[in-house]
């Protein structure tokens, strides 16, 4: 057909759509809003006149007045995209010769210049003898699809490059299909061999720690349930040759319109060196506060017996000197102990052991201890509540959380004459513990922090310059683990009360309240 000389007319145009395309004219007014509808033109040429008959939609898709005039082969030509000039008369020039139907993608250039990106196809129609007598298709403008697939196909292969450049393993699950891909990284990094079926979750789910792979699943579930995009979660995972290493897994829910999820596209980091270096931290710690605990204790017993006059008699200054050593040595004391108990709560290693236990006795106890260290300045209320007298706790847990409370009361309470009451009830579910003072409370800027290790407000500091500023945050860590909670209400300068709850079955141990937690998680 290029070979041929186009003779397009209004008349030939006319005659074609007379001839070939007849039966459709009853149906032409639907048929047109049809191609409006979906964007599909459809044109027919005419061999033996050489005239093609577009149809309206064609028009409107070429950027052009429908039925204004007719186009000859030549000026379909010019609308095509320069650079797809060749590829489309060759097209249709060997659809002429083999008489075989053709589909293919062109660019056309719009009278505005703009270009867009169609679909087309079409078919040829022969004589009885084989002669082509016309041939017939249609064109679809495929622009936006085209941009959307482009667009996929560059973030998909931005994914598959980070994927590749990364040492971690990246995975995308496909929770329709239950198949799970991972990147190379299974392989180089893990030693997990290359498979031809892609893994499952359950296959990963499976090489996760016994210990771990309960709370991993059921957070996962707990994910899928929630309208959560981001997860994260640490577990031991197994290589190949059947070690494990410490994982920070993170991932994202993709959800389709109905918020149904549909993928989880995650990257697991191995995190090994970092959790070893925490356990060294760890041992470090608890091996070097065990070890100052000795000597400490014995530095303690020494300067009690000299201040005491056990040895010689001392005089005005060194017993003055004495009492210093020995007042360092008891705060020194005092912080590695807080320091143990944390490493202790920390890395795990604390065993919870409720028991049904006098709780108001215990309380009662521990008044009598920090009465001294009160010393008649403040006054310490408490009436036993009989209906909340015993319960199931730990009593050592218990007993240090009462102690820090009433010490932080006593040490933060500087007016003389002031009294601090203590309860303890049963309020509807919960048992409510509360130690109130009028001491110099908390500002309003440090009241977000005083739950964090090692912080101390200004005006404490001012106030005690012998804080450690750990005694809060080991009463967090204890009801985090124990299912309990505390907060407080203070203001400056007028004084706090810190209220502590315990669930109505008292202290719950390690197991009891980490399966409450992935309960209410899940
Ligand atoms: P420490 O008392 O050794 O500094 P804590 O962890 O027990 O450490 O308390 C942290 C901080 O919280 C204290 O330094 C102080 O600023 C504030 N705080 C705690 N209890 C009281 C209280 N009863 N009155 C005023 N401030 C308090």
Known sequence: MTTRESTTTETAVQNTSDTINRPLEANSISLDEAQELVHIGSWQWDVASGAIAWSDELYRIYGLKPRVRSIGYEEFMQ??????????????????????????????????????????????????????????????????????????????????????????????????????WFND????????????????????????????????????????????????????????????????????????????????????????????????????????????????????????????????????????????????????????????????????RLNVRPTETDVCALIQTQIDEITPLAEQRVKITYTPDETARTVTVDPTLFSQIVHNLLTNAVRYTLRDGATIHVSFQKVREEYILTVQDHGIGIPMEAQPHIFNGFYRANNAIKARGDGTGLGLYLIRLILDMTGGKIWFKSQEGEGSTFYVSLPSCGMMNNQMNKAIIQKTQA
């Not at 017939?136 to 998909?156: F, N, P, V």
């Not at 897994?249 to 060196?273: C, E, H, N, W, Y």
Request: hydrophobic share 35%.
């Open 79 to 180: 609308l095509i995209h320069p650079d797809d000039r060749e590829k489309v008369g060759s097209i249709i020039n060997e659809a002429y010769q083999t008489k075989q139907s053709f589909e293919f993608e062109h660019r056309i250039v719009l009278p505005n210049k703009k270009i867009r990106i169609l679909h087309g196809k079409g078919k040829v129609i022969s004589d009885e003898a084989g002669n082509v007598k016309a041939m017939l298709g249609t064109s679809q403008d495929i622009t936006e699809r085209k941009k959307a697939d482009q667009a996929l196909h560059r973030s998909d292969e931005r994914f598959r490059a980070v994927s590749a450049a990364t040492s971690d393993v990246v995975y995308d699950i496909d929770l329709q299909t239950n198949t799970m």
């Open 185 to 348: 990284a299974l392989n180089t990094e893990y030693n997990y061999p290359q498979r031809r079926t892609l893994y499952t979750p359950d296959w990963r789910l499976n090489h996760i720690h016994a210990d771990d792979r309960e709370r991993v699943k059921a957070s996962i579930e707990a994910l899928l349930d929630r309208q959560d995009k981001t997860w994260v979660s640490e577990y031991r995972f197994r290589l190949h040759d059947g070690t494990y290493i410490d994982i920070r897994d993170r991932a994202f829910v993709l959800r389709d319109t109905d918020r149904k999820p549909i993928r989880i596209i995650g990257s697991m980091l191995d995190i090994s060196q970092q959790k070893e270096l925490e356990r060294a931290k760890d041992k470090f710690i608890s091996l070097v506060s065990h070890q100052l605990r000795t000597p400490l204790t014995s530095m303690r017993l020494l300067t009690e017996m000299l201040s005491s006059g056990y040895a010689e008699e001392l005089t005005v200054s060194q017993h003055d000197y004495v009492q210093k050593i020995e007042s360092s040595t008891v705060r020194m004391i005092h912080l590695v102990n807080e320091i143990l108990g944390v490493s202790s709560i920390e890395t795990g």
